[in-house]
């Protein structure tokens, strides 16, 4: 699976400018072409200490400077999170913006036999004050305390899990949208305590962990120190979207210049490439080497890739990376290129061959992903936003009903099916945020309920922007009732056309109160040995601590895995004895080369179920469909 990852080391700090010889005063690191260039990161760059700004609209910087002049700087070395796969260990440090007398290196030690011992020391990059440590040979097998030492004036403790292969349960938790605009830095401490109550083996923080866009160190510091607490001692996997690298909205256009037309609707990226290449390394430089890391244009890398913990294999995917533009791409729909409002515009008119989502890349990696099970025994998939425009209402002070957002990954449809069939042919689950919106959905591709589930979280706090579900008609959906105390759930077609059924959905309500913003997080329950899944969805501040905590009208929600394949089979192919107990079984369709499904079954035999009429080849083995069964299985 991971066949170039013996060539990505020093990859993002070569890709990022990093070197051995680093100006840690540069004013301009970004250059000086671009208004974006010159503004990007200057509470954190050049003399910062020194740095005066006095036009109204720094709001931010000023913010920064002040908060980076007040801290004590034993406690520069700020916080940490890290990923271990496949026998590498990969740590990020960052530090808050240093002097130029304090100490640019740091060691990583480990405490072995009650003694600290160290293993690298490496310099801090600029810009961006983060650094990275890659350890390969990794013992999963132990809990190892781990040390960041900053010279002699701060350092940073936190500990390495193990593996939790052999627990039967994996908790995830999910969360997204860290708005800026909410009291103090303390109004965290509710979230991390429930986040450490539900003691998730792996953290997912889909995106938009930082709102301050142009001074994206700023908010990157404000977001670690707030979760540093729950983040120091678990797998954490950061993925950025748009806000994070600056952008209201992103179509990434495989990494092109954006000249910011219409909130970047012309897609690709307003922010120098080094800009961006900075706040990739530090939010996801940590996560497993990328699965191909060849940069898209101008030189920006990339991230996706996949991590298996505790039997779990999460791909970790860029929605928006690769993601088509609508300016220029498609006939406008509406005031705003990317959103539509006619109920009677044609929907082929903006899904036209050529237009991407994931990208070949990306669809290329889930495909070899789909295939390998090695140490899994379940399949999720990890991304920024939902495959769906599972929203009716949008807006702040006079929200508005919208009938499409091409924003979300409802946006292009054909795009979208090729996405949500690879996830279905592994009977993956999908988690994401960036909605403002907490839903759980079952998708459909040809029809309701054929495609797999996927929850999307709550924003941690939902001050920026709001969402609502709200059917026009106020009518309940189709197909077999759902049991809920919601009433609006069941079959609907988004305004893309795209299937979807509605599970539970948490609507804020008086938004100007902090109880009834909609804000909270998500927290996943993977049974390995069932197959059974549990959505849950927590308003911020329920005391989870007490007995009689109560999660958002419609949650939890319980199924099992073989739901994200609800495709109804035409026929069977015999039943086979396969080649060991709880093997992998690939079914392909011989004329077209399709792969109809990959996934681990329990037991010693297989009775392959098949979906449309034709000719198909049943493979199985260990960890992937390595040994033919049956070859050339006509289904009338």
């Known amino acids: 699976?991971?066949?170039?990852?013996?060539?990505?080391?020093?990859?993002?700090?070569?890709?990022?400018?990093?070197?051995?010889?680093?100006?840690?005063?540069?004013?301009?690191?970004?250059?000086?072409?671009?208004?974006?260039?010159?503004?990007?990161?200057?509470?954190?760059?050049?003399?910062?200490?020194?740095?005066?700004?006095?036009?109204?609209?720094?709001?931010?910087?000023?913010?920064?400077v002040k908060w980076f002049n007040s801290i004590d700087r034993a406690e520069a070395m700020a916080f940490a999170l890290y990923t271990h796969d496949h026998g590498v260990l990969k740590i990020t440090g960052q530090c808050f913006p240093l002097l130029p007398d304090e100490p640019k290196v740091v060691t990583l030690e480990f405490k072995k036999a009650?003694?600290?011992?160290?293993?690298?020391?490496?310099?801090?990059?600029?810009?961006?004050?983060?650094?990275?440590?890659r350890v390969e040979g990794w013992d999963h097998q132990v809990d190892v305390p781990f040390r960041l030492r900053l010279g002699e004036l701060s350092s940073f403790e936190g500990l390495i899990r193990k593996d939790p292969v052999d627990q039967d349960e994996i908790v995830v938790g999910v969360l997204s949208c860290n708005s800026p605009k909410d009291d103090e830095f303390d109004t965290r401490l509710a979230s991390v305590a429930a986040l450490q109550h539900h003691d998730p083996d792996l953290l997912f923080f889909a995106g938009d962990q930082n709102y301050t866009h142009d001074e994206a160190t700023y908010g990157w510091l404000q977001f670690g120190v707030q979760f540093a607490e729950v983040m120091k001692d678990r797998p954490t996997v950061c993925i950025t979207d748009d806000h994070d690298i600056g952008h209201g909205n992103l179509w990434g256009e495989s990494g092109k210049a954006s000249a910011g037309l219409s909130g970047a609707a012309d897609g690709g990226y307003m922010f120098p490439a080094s800009f961006v290449n900075m706040v990739e390394r530090q939010q996801c430089w940590h996560l497993p080497d990328p699965f191909d890391p060849t940069p898209v244009e101008q030189g920006i890398g990339v991230y996706y890739t996949d991590l298996t913990l505790g039997g779990i294999s999460f791909a970790i995917l860029e929605d928006r990376k690769f993601k088509s533009a609508p300016m220029g791409n498609i006939p406008p729909m509406g005031p705003r290129p990317d959103h539509i409002n006619n109920p009677v515009y044609d929907r082929a008119a903006v899904d036209l061959a050529g237009l991407s989502l994931l990208g070949e890349r990306q669809l290329a990696f889930l495909d070899s992903w789909v295939r390998d099970w090695q140490g899994a025994s379940m399949k999720v998939a990890l991304s920024q936003t939902a495959f769906c425009g599972a929203v009716h209402v949008h807006g702040n002070k006079e929200p508005k009903r919208l009938l499409a957002d091409l924003d979300c990954n409802g946006w292009p449809q054909t795009g979208r099916n090729k996405a949500v069939r690879a996830l279905r042919r592994a009977r993956a689950t999908h988690l994401c945020g960036d909605q403002h919106l907490a839903v759980s959905v079952k998708h459909g591709v040809d029809d309701f309920r054929d495609g797999p589930l996927a929850f999307t979280s709550p924003a941690i706090v939902n001050t920026v922007y709001g969402r609502w579900?709200?059917?026009?008609?106020?009518?309940?959906?189709?197909?077999?009732?759902?049991?809920?105390?919601?009433?609006?759930?069941?079959?609907?077609?988004?305004?893309?056309?795209?299937?979807?059924?509605?599970?539970?959905?948490?609507?804020?309500?008086?938004?100007?109160?902090?109880?009834?913003?909609?804000?909270?997080?998500?927290?996943?329950r993977f049974s390995k040995s069932s197959g059974?899944?549990?959505?849950?969805?927590?308003?911020?501040?329920?005391?989870?601590?007490?007995?009689?905590?109560?999660?958002?009208?419609?949650?939890?929600?319980?199924?099992?895995?073989?739901?994200?394949?609800?495709?109804?089979?035409?026929?069977?192919?015999?039943?086979?004895?396969?080649?060991?107990?709880?093997?992998?079984?690939a079914l392909t369709h011989d004329t077209t080369g399709e792969l109809i499904y990959c996934y681990r079954v329990k037991g010693h035999t297989f009775r392959a179920p098949v979906y449309s009429k034709g000719i198909y080849t049943l493979r199985a083995g260990v960890d992937s469909g390595d040994r033919v069964l049956l070859q050339g299985v006509k289904i009338d």
């Not at 009650?114 to 440590?133: A, E, I």
């Not at 609006?488 to 009834?516: C, F, H």
Request: glycine share 10%; hydrophobic share 40%; proline share 7%.
């Open 114 to 133: 009650g003694v600290w011992q160290k293993v690298q020391t490496l310099p801090v990059c600029y810009p961006g004050w983060s650094v990275h440590f």
């Open 1 to 64: 699976m991971h066949f170039v990852k013996s060539m990505i080391i020093g990859l993002w700090l070569i890709a990022s400018g990093a070197t051995a010889q680093i100006d840690y005063t540069d004013p301009l690191p970004f250059g000086d072409q671009t208004k974006w260039a010159k503004s990007s990161d200057n509470s954190a760059v050049g003399e910062w200490w020194n740095a005066v700004f006095t036009n109204a609209w720094q709001r931010y910087e000023k913010l920064a």
């Open 532 to 585: 059974r899944i549990v959505f849950e969805c927590w308003p911020r501040f329920a005391d989870v601590h007490a007995g009689d905590a109560e999660q958002y009208p419609g949650w939890p929600l319980t199924y099992h895995v073989a739901v994200n394949d609800g495709r109804h089979p035409v026929g069977y192919l015999e039943e086979v004895k396969l080649p060991c107990v709880n093997a992998v079984v």
């Open 469 to 524: 579900w709200h059917p026009e008609e106020e009518l309940p959906g189709g197909g077999d009732p759902i049991d809920s105390v919601l009433p609006w759930v069941g079959d609907y077609e988004d305004g893309l056309g795209n299937k979807i059924t509605m599970l539970a959905y948490a609507n804020p309500g008086d938004r100007s109160v902090r109880a009834q913003r909609g804000d909270g997080y998500g927290i996943v």
